[in-house]
């Protein structure tokens, strides 16, 4: 299993669900180039780049037929992985706002102005669970300032040029859409054209409990849970 991270994030955010998920996977999560812990400054530029990064990343480790576990941007590069050899993957399941087009055009124009010295970066307590602990959202602000603004910036961009409404007939795997009982009604509504636009395919939604858009770190073991049982009947092997 690859665990595919947002847009200015890295793959340490999986950390919690790696370990819910371990005993019957064996999850894996990097960092884009740019990110976190990788060497650069520039995102990859674009949602096609990070899907054939995400591609060669597999094959030099030896890996094939992963499942794609993707969250926000992460789960536009899984559907474009998939849709761009649909034999590769074997299942994917897209959470945190996954949509197939982006609506980030507001970011993009405050991350422009912090990139240009003329704003600075804000603590981020927007798409999260009402009672989720102050805790969980400062340590996910604290991954994400491991990331420059100008990385964070070309994946917001990447993310505003893609759209995957014509790449969705091309995937022919299982998927899963996770959706957080508390995420706004225009992420559900997303997640419901997602669903709708994945004609070639089995795919469904299922509702986090407990967890906004960030179910990633809200709720890694009820997570976990949902993955395991949605493999489980679809593909039936460990991952």
Not at 177 to 186: L, M, N, P, R, S
């Amino acid at each position: 299993m690859l665990c595919l991270h947002d847009a200015g994030d890295n793959g340490a955010s999986f950390g919690a669900l790696e370990d819910a998920l371990v005993a019957g996977n064996s999850p894996i999560a990097f960092d884009l180039p740019g990110h976190g812990r990788s060497g650069g400054l520039d995102s990859l530029g674009s949602i096609e780049a990070m899907a054939a990064h995400t591609r060669s990343f597999a094959d030099a480790l030896g890996l094939s037929a992963p499942v794609l576990l993707g969250e926000g941007m992460g789960a536009a590069v899984a559907i474009e992985a998939a849709a761009a050899d649909p034999g590769w993957a074997q299942a994917l399941v897209l959470c945190g706002g996954a949509t197939a087009r982006a609506q980030v055009d507001v970011i993009v124009d405050q991350l422009a102005q912090v990139t240009a010295g003329r704003a600075r970066r804000e603590f981020d307590q927007t798409g999260y669970a009402p009672d989720t602990a102050r805790e969980v959202y400062m340590a996910a602000f604290g991954e994400w300032i491991k990331t420059d603004p100008r990385a964070t910036l070309g994946d917001r961009r990447a993310q505003a040029a893609w759209d995957g409404t014509a790449r969705l007939a091309a995937v022919t795997v299982p998927v899963l859409v996770v959706v957080g009982e508390f995420e706004d009604e225009v992420g559900k509504a997303a997640a419901d054209e997602l669903v709708a636009g994945l004609t070639g395919t089995t795919a469904r939604i299922a509702t986090l409990s407990g967890a906004g858009r960030h179910g990633v770190i809200e709720q890694p073991a009820a997570l976990a849970a949902l993955v395991s049982e949605f493999l489980s009947e679809t593909v039936g092997a460990t991952s």
